[in-house]
């Protein structure tokens, strides 16, 4: 049998890495979009 | 590392995105921030907006991978002083090699989106500050000599320079100055501190200079560094790189900085609860610097 104690670090485990996952694909969405603008805005001579 | 402090990571909990925040020192970045805006703000050629706000994003991101780096390095030293024990790699919430991929990953990310976004003498200097910061700073002098801060202070004084460099693509006499101005303005900045936290900094085996040269020695350089500092900071005007509105500001600012460093200069206390002066002087040196910066902009876009 898992101990309590046991269970709760494994649970906040997998909620940090989910925290880290969302945060990184924000990250990773907010990057391609810069670049994109970053790519119209060069092209415009800016 | 010590075999308890391995242990404790084992059973660390992986790192949330907050410690990542907390490595790029935030709120230090703030002043690193504000003054590559300014040097971008001032300088005669109009960025892209979204070219400018990707410069001060690089700005923003290099210094934060040099925090970061310069945390994993003094992992050891932080852990040492309360001022800094709670900070997630003396406090084992994150392991040091997570903290290493983040600072180098970030530092490689902000030099690359600078040049490609902007130009790449800008890119360039925003490479030597990080490596500045990390290398000559960190590395070398930090725990080697008492003038760490007056050399390595250099590092933070690059940002109106890479904010000027992005919109023109060169360096000019008013960057350079404004490179100076905070150059010079580190070490009395640092030093107020240092001596209200002197015991941290002996406790770690810091050879900040209250340690090493005593607290009459420090209060002796804080003023011997303001007024060249106060004279670089009007000298803008004179010369005629910026108007009335800021030649007035900064007269005055930086005589309200020379007489807070006479104050201390006057203060023979050796206790930290004693040192009201020093602790005005570390203040009033946070809104100088944010309130100059901000009194040149202004003196650019509303007057000019």
Do not use: I, S
């Given at each position: 049998m898992i101990p309590e104690d046991e269970r709760t670090r494994a649970r906040e485990v997998r909620a940090r890495q989910r925290r880290t996952a969302v945060a990184m694909a924000f990250a990773l969405a907010a990057f391609a979009a810069l670049m994109y603008f970053i790519t119209i805005a060069r092209m415009s001579g800016g | 590392m010590t075999a308890v402090t391995a242990t404790s990571h084992e059973r660390a909990l992986p790192a949330d995105w907050r410690d990542f925040v907390a490595l790029t020192k935030p709120r230090v970045m703030s002043l690193v921030v504000f003054t590559g805006l300014c040097g971008l703000l001032v300088a005669p050629v109009r960025l892209h907006p979204v070219l400018a706000f990707t410069a001060i994003l690089c700005i923003a991101l290099g210094a934060g991978a040099a925090a970061a780096l310069n945390m994993w390095y003094e992992a050891d030293l932080d852990a040492r002083m309360k001022r800094t024990a709670s900070r997630p790699l003396p406090a084992g919430r994150m392991d040091p090699q997570s903290a290493l991929h983040f600072g180098v990953g970030l530092s490689f990310l902000s030099v690359i989106l600078m040049g490609v976004a902007t130009n790449w003498f800008a890119a360039a200097i925003l490479a030597a500050s990080i490596l500045f910061y990390v290398?000559?700073?960190?590395?070398?002098?930090k725990r080697r000599t008492a003038q760490n801060i007056v050399i390595g202070g250099a590092a933070g004084a690059f940002p109106p320079l890479i904010g000027w460099a992005a919109a023109t693509g060169e360096a000019g006499l008013l960057p350079l100055l404004l490179f100076a101005l905070i150059f010079l303005w580190t070490p009395p900045h640092f030093w107020a501190l240092s001596l209200f936290v002197r015991s941290d900094y002996a406790a770690a085996g810091v050879p900040m200079l209250p340690v090493v040269a005593g607290a009459k020695a420090t209060r002796r350089q804080i003023l011997l560094y303001s007024l060249p500092m106060a004279a670089v900071a009007v000298s803008l005007w004179p010369l005629g790189l910026a108007g009335f509105v800021y030649g007035g500001a900064a007269a005055a600012l930086s005589l309200c900085f020379v007489a807070l460093a006479l104050d201390v200069n006057a203060n023979e206390a050796a206790e930290p609860a004693r040192m009201a002066p020093e602790k005005r002087l570390f203040a009033f040196s946070i809104l100088y610097l944010f309130a100059i910066f901000g009194a040149l902009v202004a003196d650019r876009w509303l007057v000019a």
């Open positions: - | 290398l000559v700073y960190t590395v070398w002098l």
